[in-house]
């Protein structure tokens, strides 16, 4: 993936407090607790490996060796070797070797939930979102992370110097532990908006649309000028394109659905998908479906992971000249351009998500992927020892560098005022830099890979690989766009979490099938009412009740 702000699944394109000081004492056990009261850690058991006084911003070095399994989802652009230097110059800088064990890309959230659910995960569960943890929670089958992060001081500091300690309280599950930590983001803006040809929306005199009413007036006059193009496109079964236009009517959908529920604006929660906003959502697009300007194959086609595919053939043969992606589906757009209309032909550039009836809104400030453990690994003797590794490996912002860059003076360099140059022997090719170069630091030598990469980054580091054109996209979200509020908590306990599962799958499959339907034209939106009784039918009303009782027990408990 690319740079990342916000929330995405695994499935989306890869083209897209101060330091605690471990004071390991004579003593038999020293709590490792959180406020809720956590697990014991006997830290002169536990410890092997550990630094003492370890501290934010401090390199991490085992003090003897050890392996670390890791889940590693293998992507199929980029094929995995254990020969890559990402690998060797970890286990230098660290004394830690990953072992990894492989899951295709294909289906990584069913291998991973068959492993975990079987005891066979490895320690270190990474590409893991907010909300991925709940459903292994009553199992014990992964660690109470909340019990532990006063072991994990880069953690801790960069959760205050960032400003995101709500939104870390937001992560807890109903027994008030968090179970997973996430990449932490100095600023958060959509990673997935549109992606436009902008010089031909100037050429029909459109502009930059700012609203998605002023899309639709340009995506109109380009019809008119390429009568044979549908110029709007999303290449992600539509999941894309209604997540980020979603919060523009007020509600959520897609990839962002979540558990459906958003606040009704007295302090309660509704179901999104059967309020005004969402029906108004889905007749805008059906509207852009029914007069050509909506390519309809692409709000079908599953994307594989390698990429825009068909959608960046039509990009590239002026049939689509607007589609949901990264500055990771720009760069590939652009390449493709390249080919047919020219380089120097074309300007194409990421925008910010339209605005709508309900503002100038986009998604909440978010986390990126973070990492789950294996609960057994609370019982190892080098327990401390990962903790700290992982602290290092995760936040740290010189291993961050490092993961994305490679090794400083070898691969890329850095200038008195922090500005990171690739090296002309190197490329990135996956943000088109130094194209042609020998060898690629991602390919060849394993730096910027999709599992670890993404996950935590400053504001400059996001910037020091992307091109100029998303520099000025972060900007401009920054400087115009408000972050919608936060999802409204609502943890389940065990019983809550069986019971919802029995509800909100067949719910949110009655959604899916029948948001596509209407936009498509396969379902008539008279028939809105029909289909809200639908989920009625398949218990909605009780659906809600649950979640809202779960939302007034963490108020109460979290208040």
């Not at 992964?142 to 960032?162: A, C, G, R, T």
């Not at 580091?461 to 998303?470: D, G, I, Q, R, V």
Request: proline share 5%; hydrophobic share 40%; net charge negative.
């Amino acid at each position: 993936m690319s740079s990342v702000f916000g929330r995405t699944p695994s499935g989306a394109t890869r083209r897209r407090v101060i330091g605690f000081s471990l004071a390991a004492t004579g003593a038999a056990a020293l709590a490792a607790c959180s406020d809720d009261g956590g697990t014991e850690i006997d830290v002169e058991a536990q410890s092997k490996g550990a630094m003492e006084n370890f501290a934010a911003d401090m390199q991490f070095t085992a003090t003897e060796p050890f392996t670390l399994s890791v889940l590693w989802t293998d992507w199929p652009d980029l094929p995995i070797t254990d020969q890559w230097q990402f690998f060797k110059e970890i286990e230098k800088r660290t004394n830690v070797k990953m072992e990894v064990t492989n899951i295709p890309f294909s289906d990584a959230t069913e291998k991973r939930s068959l492993l975990i659910s079987a005891g066979d995960a490895p320690t270190v569960i990474p590409l893991v979102y907010t909300g991925d943890e709940s459903s292994f929670v009553s199992s014990g089958a992964i660690l109470p992370m909340s019990d532990y992060v006063e072991h994990m001081p880069n953690f801790q500091k960069y959760v205050e110097e960032w400003d995101l300690g709500d939104m870390v309280d937001n992560l807890k599950q109903a027994d008030g532990k968090y179970y997973m930590l996430p990449g932490l983001q100095e600023v958060s803006v959509p990673v997935f908006t549109v992606v436009i040809r902008k010089d031909v929306f100037e050429e029909v005199g459109a502009g930059v649309p700012q609203t998605w009413d002023e899309m639709r007036a340009a995506l109109v006059k380009i019809k008119e000028k390429y009568p044979d193009s549908k110029p709007l496109a999303d290449g992600f079964e539509g999941a894309s394109m209604l997540n980020y236009a979603s919060h523009a009517w007020g509600a959520r959908a897609g990839w962002g659905f979540g558990n459906g529920m958003v606040d009704d604006g007295s302090g309660k929660l509704e179901y999104t998908a059967v309020t005004e906003g969402y029906k108004q959502m889905v007749e805008f697009f059906r509207g852009l479906v029914e007069d050509g300007l909506l390519d309809t194959d692409s709000m079908t086609a599953a994307n594989d992971g390698s990429g825009g595919g068909s959608v960046t053939e039509k990009v590239a043969g002026n049939l689509v000249f607007a589609a949901s992606g990264s500055p990771g589906t720009a760069i590939e757009f652009q390449q493709a351009l390249n080919e047919t209309v020219g380089e120097g032909n074309h300007e194409v550039v990421v925008i910010p998500p339209p605005g709508g009836p309900a503002g100038q809104i986009v998604e909440p400030r978010n986390f990126w992927n973070g990492f789950m453990l294996n609960a057994e690994i609370a019982d190892s003797e080098n327990f401390v020892a990962i903790l700290q590794f992982l602290d290092w490996l995760y936040y740290n912002q010189e291993a961050r560098e490092l993961i994305r860059w490679g090794v400083l003076d070898e691969t890329y360099t850095k200038d008195a005022s922090g500005k990171i140059t690739l090296k002309p022997e190197f490329s990135l090719n996956a943000y088109n830099i130094n194209p042609g170069a020998p060898t690629d630091i991602q390919r060849d030598l394993g730096w910027s890979n999709a599992v670890f990469a993404d996950s935590s980054e400053s504001r400059a580091l996001k910037e020091s690989y992307n091109s100029p054109t998303f520099v000025e996209y972060v900007e401009a979200v920054l400087s115009s766009r408000t972050p919608r509020d936060p999802n409204p908590p609502a943890p389940l306990d065990e019983a809550e979490l069986e019971s919802s599962s029995l509800m909100a799958t067949p719910l949110k499959d009655t959604v899916d099938t029948n948001t596509l339907k209407f936009i498509l034209g396969e379902r008539d939106i008279a028939e809105w009412d029909d289909y809200v009784g639908e989920l009625e039918a398949q218990g909605l009303q009780q659906y809600v009740d649950l979640i809202n009782t779960a939302r007034t027990r963490f108020e109460e408990e979290n208040s």
